[in-house]
């Protein structure tokens, strides 16, 4: 296993450290978008190219390391070199306990798929997704199926549109 050889990174919507580029693994592999919830994982993917990410469903969660097998089958499956998690900050920027709790997972994953993991500020994407969904006509029970990978979606878009240029990009390690 690559455990030992991964890294964990939180980047702020900014951009992102020179060693945290994911998108420097772009040529022929993808990259895994999660948005971490307490009932639920909202899932999205790359294409190979790092240009546009979709959606691939809601994981309910069944307990952490089943949840961490099932992340690491996708990052096999998928050919996956990296995975962004969504870091649920304060509208302040401030850490809560969602976003302790988020970071401590984003660790294991780390540790469990031998990936680096990306902490990127999810800050309004699930409203911004429950918005979208709304406005595209879909009923309460179907909004509420697919909130969590739309959001999944938005930050790892999010996350493609911004770390394509090493110029303005900048992040900090957790814990600094």
Not at 71 to 86: F, S
Request: include cysteine.
């Amino acid at each position: 296993m690559r455990g030992d050889r991964s890294s964990f990174f939180f980047v702020e919507n900014h951009g992102t450290p020179e060693a945290a580029r994911l998108g420097e693994h772009k040529v022929e592999r993808r990259l895994l978008g999660l948005d971490v919830g307490k009932k639920s994982i909202g899932i999205a993917v790359s294409d190979p190219l790092g240009l546009t990410a979709q959606g691939l469903g809601v994981w309910r969660r069944r307990g952490s390391e089943k949840d961490l097998q099932h992340i690491r089958k996708l990052c096999d499956t998928y050919n996956v070199a990296g995975i962004v998690v969504g870091f649920p900050l304060r509208t302040d920027g401030s850490r809560g306990p969602e976003a302790e709790e988020v970071e401590a997972f984003a660790q294991k994953l780390a540790q469990a798929t031998g990936r680096d993991v990306i902490l990127w500020d999810e800050r309004f994407t699930t409203r911004i997704a429950q918005r979208t969904l709304l406005e595209a006509g879909l009923s309460r029970s179907r909004r509420k199926e697919v909130v969590d990978m739309t959001a999944a979606v938005l930050i790892l878009q999010g996350y493609l549109e911004r770390s394509g240029d090493g110029e303005r990009t900048r992040g900090d390690r957790p814990g600094r």
